[in-house]
């Protein structure tokens, strides 16, 4: 069973960046396409973008376009989370998730595999 685990979360100020890594491990990401999501606390978790298993195609929740950017190196099992711009609006836990087709992205029960979180917080 493939296992995922977020890495890089952290404090930063606003205006900042952060890059975040999902390792895979237990087998390959190859066969799945990959999901960022996130939640803020009280809140419901909330789809941040998806790239495909090539990662020649992704798509992104209009919070975060043009300044979160999603790619994956399927050799490393690695897929990794570029945020630029970040605002407090930004803070939250962190999930990357992965579910076999492209179809219907934006949905977290779709989702079969997930990690564990990483925290972002991002102070003004």
């Known amino acids: 069973q493939v296992q995922l685990v977020e890495s890089g979360g952290g404090l930063v100020q606003a205006g900042g960046s952060l890059r975040l890594s999902c390792t895979a491990s237990?087998?390959?990401?190859?066969?799945?396409?990959m999901g960022w999501f996130r939640q803020a606390p009280g809140k419901e978790r909330d789809f941040v973008g998806a790239?495909?298993?090539?990662?020649?195609?992704?798509y992104y929740a209009d919070s975060v376009k043009g300044r979160f950017t999603i790619s994956r190196d399927n050799a490393k099992n690695m897929v990794y989370l570029q945020m630029t711009i970040l605002t407090p609006d930004d803070t939250a836990n962190y999930y990357c998730a992965a579910k076999p087709h492209w179809f219907l992205i934006g949905r977290t029960d779709d989702y079969t595999l997930w990690g564990q979180g990483t925290q972002v917080t991002v102070s003004s």
């Open positions: 790239l495909t298993r090539s990662g020649s195609r992704t």
């Open positions: 237990g087998g390959t990401i190859n066969n799945y396409m």
